[in-house]
């Protein structure tokens, strides 16, 4: 019965031109469909409405992502809204269309939108477009509005930020103004209070909720259905036609003549980058904080910019998921082809079970609550898969048992059959369910005045044993920037394959390169070199900081005046941390360096009671016109130093808080006060 009602909700809701044949095929398809009997044909348009006819889709989500982890939600949603309720559902991305013809979404569809806030309320590099359209849309119809669609909206933020979610509100709202129906209620996630995953889960379940009561949706158990395909082939891992960890097709023939792969480098052709000094800037203590410094010659890049390094997995979180899936032959080869064209998929192909595991997939991520559930079902034995499904379904049991553990997937499932393999998890659920591996940033801490072919930045390695857990948790990126670090200074070390895929990564005996590209930023110094500026760094928040004052530092070199310059400058202890200590004396004449070691006496000291000691100055300084920055932790200091700087204002201003908040703001939309927070 179940099934019945759910074929005739779903075929009222499927409209749409028959399926068209010979398009062209997408951009990154890598031929991915190429010999899978079960694919759809390729269609080639920007217009979603289009799209989901030519697919025979009633529901399209759309993700506006900056760091990838909207579009990992939106690529779950989409499956459980297929395998829950039997919608019809496409992933899209919403660079990759235009919203001209937007006014005739058809009725009884649904749009959804997952919208990651970005830096002060800015929407994501891949929304922008979409973001300035709906604000004021010119449909080619000449319609204003939206009257047939349905659409609901899940934001994405961190309230430690002041425009909190602005980007999933506006969207919200102003899809509201143009007409659209609002289906369920508006989702938010918070990533600052670390509920980020579990509020999007609570907003899907009220959404499904919606779907069953008000559109006559039936309820199913969920099933996966792939989306891709997955077969061994019979070609050897050494083959030149296989991707071993090269991110696209100029990477794979340049691997092949082991030359650099060519310029322009960007996000979706990143460059192989030599690394031409390394060094621990912590003194004496067994913390590590990294300065590298990458060859930037045919990279562009400005002081203010980051840094994106694409991290590889750890040997040891490699083994450790293959014991957990039972994978026996990690090199065996593998094509990967699409059966639903609609989903995106950027790990290219033939390659093998190892490169997909070492350099496409987040395997190391605390494990949520909805890939335990969507696992589970594969577990090795019944006690193994009631023991999953109750931690999957009681949230409580889940944030005591696996949270505060800080399991990753492979040691969560091994955890949970006593060592046995899930060998019976089928590898395109693996790569649909697992996150992709993301690039991390870095604040660039060199100048591109003083040296454009050199970037540097500076990266605290992450290491640690939280209390309950039994194990030591590693970050991905800083660890790997070690090994880099360890090999270039002449020490062996295997925790990580440096070599790359076909040892482009490394040459000589010590030399090592890292797979980069330059992401523009708006954190930037006044063009004019006399502007005040105050810098308010904690730990590696003193990054673009540096850039900034030896940038300033080759001005005054050539003859130009600099205003005074301030540096709040945070850390744990000073005789470990003070971290480019020695190079702030040369710039005396204008810098003045005010520190906060917070470990080094009874009562802890943060750069915000520092910036109150100093509130005198730092409001002259403001009342001179001076810029405000801040880098450095997101969460608590980004947030402290703004309360400081309002109590700052109101007091040498005597002014109510008020206006002091005003000021601040008139102060930020100026752009006199950044941050570059994380
Ligand atoms: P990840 O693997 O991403 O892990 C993140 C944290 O989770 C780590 O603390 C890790 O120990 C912990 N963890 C790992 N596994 C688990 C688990 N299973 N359960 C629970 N916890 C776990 N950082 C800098 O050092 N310097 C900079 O200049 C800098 N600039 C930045 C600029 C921007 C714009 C942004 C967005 C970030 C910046 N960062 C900077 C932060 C940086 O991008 C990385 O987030 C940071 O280096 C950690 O990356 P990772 O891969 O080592 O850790």
């Known amino acids: 019965v179940v099934l019945v009602i759910g074929y005739i909700s779903y075929k009222y809701l499927v409209t749409g031109p028959d399926i068209v044949n010979d398009a062209p095929p997408p951009p990154m398809s890598n031929s991915a469909t190429a010999g899978n009997k079960n694919a759809m044909p390729e269609v080639n348009t920007r217009d979603p409405v289009e799209k989901m006819a030519a697919y025979k889709k009633n529901t399209i989500v759309f993700f506006g992502s900056q760091t990838g982890t909207a579009e990992d939600l939106a690529s779950k949603l989409a499956k459980d809204l297929s395998s829950r309720l039997g919608l019809k559902t496409m992933t899209a991305d919403l660079d990759d269309y235009d919203f001209n013809d937007f006014d005739k979404f058809p009725e009884k569809h649904l749009a959804v939108f997952v919208m990651a806030s970005y830096g002060e309320g800015d929407p994501t590099d891949n929304a922008q477009e979409f973001y300035d359209f709906i604000k004021d849309p010119e449909f080619e119809s000449g319609a204003t509005e939206l009257p047939d669609l349905n659409f609901t909206v899940f934001g994405l933020g961190n309230s430690s930020y002041e425009f909190f979610n602005k980007i999933g509100r506006d969207v919200h709202r102003r899809l509201g103004e143009l007409g659209g129906k609002a289906v369920g209620p508006y989702g938010e996630g918070d990533d600052g209070t670390g509920t980020l995953e579990e509020d999007f889960m609570t907003w899907k379940e009220e959404l499904c909720a919606t779907l069953v009561s008000e559109w006559g949706l039936e309820e199913h158990e969920p099933v996966y259905e792939p989306t891709i395909d997955v077969t061994e082939e019979e070609i050897a891992p050494t083959s030149s036609d296989v991707y071993l960890g090269e991110p696209n097709l100029k990477h794979l023939l340049a691997s092949k003549q082991k030359v650099m792969p060519p310029a322009p480098y960007t996000q979706s052709n990143p460059a192989l980058a030599k690394v031409l000094a390394a060094r621990n800037v912590f003194k004496g203590t067994d913390r590590q904080c990294i300065h590298m410094e990458f060859d930037a010659t045919n990279l562009k890049y400005v002081t203010g910019d980051h840094?994106?390094?694409?991290?590889?997995?750890?040997?040891?979180?490699?083994?450790?998921?293959?014991?957990?899936?039972?994978?026996?032959?990690?090199?065996?080869?593998?094509?990967?082809?699409?059966?639903?064209?609609?989903?995106?998929?950027?790990?290219?192909?033939?390659?093998?079970?190892?490169?997909?595991?070492?350099?496409?997939?987040?395997?190391?991520?605390?494990?949520?609550?909805?890939?335990?559930?969507?696992?589970?079902?594969?577990?090795?034995?019944?006690?193994?898969?009631?023991?999953?499904?109750?931690?999957?379904?009681?949230?409580?049991?889940?944030?005591?048992?696996?949270?505060?553990?800080?399991?990753?997937?492979?040691?969560?499932?091994?955890?949970?059959?006593?060592?046995?393999?899930?060998?019976?998890?089928?590898?395109?659920?693996?790569?649909?369910?697992?996150?992709?591996?993301?690039?991390?940033?870095?604040?660039?801490?060199?100048?591109?005045?003083?040296?454009?072919?050199?970037?540097?930045?500076?990266?605290?390695?992450?290491?640690?044993?939280?209390?309950?857990?039994?194990?030591?948790?590693?970050?991905?990126?800083?660890?790997?920037?070690?090994?880099?670090?360890?090999?270039?200074?002449?020490?062996?070390?295997?925790?990580?394959?440096?070599?790359?895929?076909?040892?482009?990564?490394?040459?000589?005996?010590?030399?090592?390169?890292?797979?980069?590209?330059?992401?523009?930023?708006?954190?930037?110094?006044?063009?004019?070199?006399?502007?005040?500026?105050?810098?308010?760094?904690?730990?590696?928040?003193?990054?673009?900081?540096?850039?900034?004052?030896?940038?300033?530092?080759?001005?005054?070199?050539?003859?130009?005046?600099?205003?005074?310059?301030?540096?709040?400058?945070?850390?744990?202890?000073?005789?470990?941390?003070?971290?480019?200590?020695?190079?702030?004396?040369?710039?005396?004449?204008?810098?003045?360096?005010?520190?906060?070691?917070?470990?080094?006496?009874?009562?802890?000291?943060?750069?915000?009671?520092?910036?109150?000691?100093?509130?005198?100055?730092?409001?002259?300084?403001?009342?001179?016109?001076?810029?405000?920055?801040?880098?450095?932790?997101a969460t608590k200091m980004a947030r402290d130093v703004h309360k400081t700087l309002i109590r700052i204002i109101a007091k040498e201003q005597n002014l109510s808080r008020e206006q002091a908040e005003t000021i601040i703001r008139k102060m930020r939309s100026r752009d006199k006060y950044q941050e570059d927070v994380w």
Not at 522 to 538: C, D, E, N, W, Y
């Open 307 to 633: 840094l994106a390094f694409w991290p590889i997995n750890s040997n040891v979180e490699i083994d450790r998921f293959f014991r957990a899936f039972g994978i026996k032959e990690p090199n065996q080869v593998i094509k990967i082809s699409l059966i639903d064209c609609t989903s995106i998929i950027r790990v290219p192909s033939p390659t093998t079970y190892d490169t997909v595991v070492r350099h496409w997939l987040e395997i190391n991520a605390p494990v949520s609550r909805s890939v335990l559930a969507s696992v589970a079902p594969y577990a090795p034995s019944p006690e193994a898969k009631a023991k999953a499904t109750k931690l999957a379904s009681d949230k409580v049991l889940f944030a005591e048992e696996v949270t505060s553990k800080c399991y990753n997937i492979a040691r969560l499932m091994l955890h949970i059959s006593d060592n046995q393999p899930w060998d019976s998890v089928p590898f395109n659920f693996v790569i649909e369910t697992i996150a992709p591996l993301q690039p991390r940033y870095y604040s660039i801490s060199s100048s591109s005045l003083e040296d454009p072919s050199t970037i540097s930045i500076t990266a605290v390695v992450e290491s640690s044993k939280p209390k309950n857990s039994d194990h030591e948790v590693k970050g991905v990126a800083t660890n790997h920037i070690l090994a880099m670090e360890r090999r270039f200074s002449g020490h062996s070390d295997d925790s990580y394959e440096l070599a790359g895929p076909r040892g482009q990564m490394t040459y000589d005996e010590h030399g090592v390169r890292g797979m980069i590209h330059v992401r523009h930023s708006l954190f930037k110094l006044p063009a004019k070199s006399t502007v005040p500026i105050i810098m308010v760094g904690a730990g590696t928040g003193v990054a673009p900081f540096r850039a900034f004052i030896r940038e300033r530092g080759v001005m005054q070199s050539k003859g130009r005046e600099c205003g005074p310059a301030m540096l709040f400058f945070g850390n744990r202890n000073r005789a470990t941390d003070f971290l480019y200590e020695e190079e702030w004396p040369q710039y005396k004449d204008w810098l003045t360096v005010v520190t906060a070691f917070s470990r080094d006496c009874a009562e802890k000291v943060y750069v915000q009671h520092m910036l109150e000691k100093h509130s005198k100055e730092v409001n002259d300084l403001i009342m001179k016109g001076s810029m405000f920055y801040v880098c450095g932790d």
